[in-house]
């Protein structure tokens, strides 16, 4: 089977939502010589990318999205296993992600966990109702890159800025990429507690933070 075949059955796999054909695509194409990577790369990451452009177009709905992200998660969890110990260790950022204190809303959140995994990011994922002071010894504990938080009501967005001011008053800021989500913020909010970004998506996101790390 040629490359380009094995990378539409990944992408394939991730379309359908199934995690045992993905699964089975990862171990097939590690049977037949494939390079782990680049069926990472070229295949399953394609088919998450696929799949989030046709959710934010409404075509796919969120337990979709999120049974996509499940299929992929197992798969380059396979692939992952395959590759040099070098290259296992190759994370293009440490990042400390959670959803703000008094909060519960947790999916959307995890989809950005699962997404930026997927494309190289190394996560720690605090999950919901997350104090300030966690994210900040979090980030501290790991000396993180970035430090992510989500809010999805008003009550709750003003921990976003409560953790600003941590992140200062702990000294490490200006060590840190801050990026805010979810769906009371905005481009707006951002810049006025002071966050590096807004991340609308999981495109977005991800795209905003690799031209921040640059």
Do not use: Y
């Not at 177009?57 to 590759?83: N, W």
């Not at 890159?145 to 809010?151: E, F, I, K, L, Q």
Request: net charge negative.
């Amino acid at each position: 089977m040629e490359k380009t075949q094995w990378f539409q059955k990944a992408v394939q796999a991730i379309l359908d939502t199934d995690e045992e054909a993905a699964k089975k695509v990862s171990t097939e194409s590690l049977e037949a010589g494939m390079d782990p990577l680049e069926m990472i790369n070229q295949g399953f990451t394609e088919g998450i990318r696929k799949m989030g452009d046709l959710f934010e177009r409404g075509e796919v709905f969120l337990p979709g999205l999120i049974v996509a992200s499940e299929a992929m998660t197992a798969a380059v969890g396979i692939l992952e296993a395959a590759l040099p110990a070098e290259q296992q260790e190759r994370k293009k950022a440490v990042i400390v992600l959670g959803t703000i204190e008094g909060d519960i809303h947790d999916i959307g959140k995890g989809i950005i966990a699962t997404m930026l995994r997927v494309h190289g990011f190394e996560v720690h994922d605090l999950g919901r109702d997350v104090p300030i002071d966690t994210f900040v010894d979090k980030a501290k504990e790991l000396n993180a890159d970035v430090v992510g938080s989500s809010a999805m009501m008003t009550t709750t967005q003003l921990g976003q800025r409560k953790l600003e001011e941590a992140l200062k008053n702990a000294g490490i800021r200006d060590k840190v990429i801050s990026m805010v989500g979810g769906a009371v913020a905005t481009d707006h909010w951002a810049q006025r507690i002071g966050a590096d970004f807004f991340g609308e998506s999981p495109q977005d996101t991800i795209m905003k933070l690799e031209e921040s790390l640059k």
